[in-house]
């Protein structure tokens, strides 16, 4: 009976897959009507509840809709979402002192607020995520450790939690062992970590732009200096100017999100992956790589990381289960390669030891296979409500908005017209309790005056569309 089960269940996910892509190729167009059920169980020979079920799902995304005694009817396709994507910047002349804007304070200060939509924060929702399982598996955790989770760990980290990293380094062509592993608080700090390894106050580091701003932070507090190089909204960043900048400039490190990159959300091809890797292997240039945001992927296949396609250990990967499990855990890794001992000496003088408790829990919430069906639940929900934003930024905001469109993790980058300010935008949507991120936080000089960033991580509700509404008119009453 249980395989009964998981075949109907493939074969509904499978009808809604097809429906979809005659959806995304137009064969299928807003307005039609699709089969009645009756019809589709019979065209397809499925069962009826099959058939209701892959409706469902497609009803779920926003892609369908059911009308009372008409039956069911497209009502999204992608020629809504508007067409153009965000333009890519201009390359910056040279390397700038990082200086961190008051704006950035300003937009982050009061998001305690209970009463505001944070539409400007990329984790996922609290709902999103399996509290309940996480607090079993930290019981486990106290009960099954001699000390109860009270002594230091080792340096490298808790043993069974590396191993489980290891483990799932398979999903990204990676293979390891959990001696190449170091565990850290949350990704932030392995990021600290691998460039203290591998850098001296001073010196130049190539960075995404548009990028998180919180890379900025780090750079200044660590004495770097930072050349911006110009992310394509698609395919991640521009390894023809990156080159073109090592002839230039002296980079002691690269730093970049080849995986869904913050807040641009683009995804770098394999191909360009591994052509990178070349290029700063051919200059012995170490990269470091953000991988946080890699397991949030739409599509069937986990990307790979430039980590796979390392053969000589200048690539260090870091990542944590922050944005994907339990951001107040702080449990996060790096994979340093041939700077290994530069990492653990820079951990041995910071931190001594990662925290004991989040790091058991975890493990064993990785051990136990509930993080693979908790990923699983997590993908489809994003991937859900990113097609729900993007209708709802069709549907209300003004039709000259481009955006883009991400294949996983939690943002879209929107550009508004040439003459919008962004932080204006901020400033008024925050007086409707709505808070975004304006563009100007994601460089060193804001230049991205007319872009902002909107984050998906929540359920798409009755208040999210209404503050999107809200939005779309806002940014209408700016317009020149």
Partial sequence: MANASLTADFLYVQVAERLEKQMESQILKTGDKLLSLRALSLEQG??????????VEL??????????????FVR?????????????????????????????????????????????????????????????????????????????????????????????AFNWNGTLTEHEIVTTQGCMEALVFCLKAVTKPGDTV????????????????????????????????????????????????CLFVPNFCNPVGALMPDHSKKQLVKLLASKEIPLIEDDIYGEMYFGKIRPRTCKSFDTQGLVMLCSSVSKTLAPGYRVGWCIPGRFLEQVLSVKLMHTVSSATPTQAAIAIFFETGRYDLH??????????????????????FPRSTKVSRPQGGYVLWIELEAGIDAFEVYEKAWLEKISIAPGHIFSTDARFTNYLRITFGAPYTPEIDKSLKKLGRLIESLRK
């Avoid at 009803?59 to 069911?72: D, M, Q």
């Fill in 46 to 55: 499925i069962s009826l509840s099959t058939a209701y079920k892959a409706y």
């Fill in 59 to 72: 009803e779920n995304k926003g892609l369908i809709e059911a009308r009372p005694k008409s039956g069911y």
């Fill in 76 to 168: 999204y396709t992608s020629t809504r979402v508007p067409q153009l994507l965000p333009a890519p910047p201009a390359m910056d002349r040279s390397p700038e002192k990082v200086s961190v804007d008051a704006m950035i304070r300003r937009v982050y200060e009061n998001l305690s607020q209970t009463d505001v939509v944070k539409l400007s924060v990329a984790t996922p929702a609290l709902e999103l995520l399996p509290e309940a399982k996480l607090n079993k598996a930290m019981l486990e955790a106290l009960r099954q450790n001699p000390s109860s989770c009270t002594a230091y760990e080792e340096l490298r980290g808790n043993l069974t939690l590396r191993k489980q990293i290891a483990k799932h």
């Fill in 206 to 253: 190539a960075i995404e732009s548009p990028t998180y701003f919180g890379i900025f932070n780090v750079m200044k507090s660590l004495g770097l200096r930072v050349l911006e190089i110009p992310t394509d909204p698609t395919e991640g960043i521009r390894i023809d100017l990156l080159e073109q900048a090592l002839e230039k400039t002296s980079i002691a490190a």
């Fill in 375 to 396: 990923m699983r639940n997590l993908r489809k929900a994003l991937h859900t409500q990113c097609l729900r934003y993007l209708q709802a930024i069709a549907d209300y």
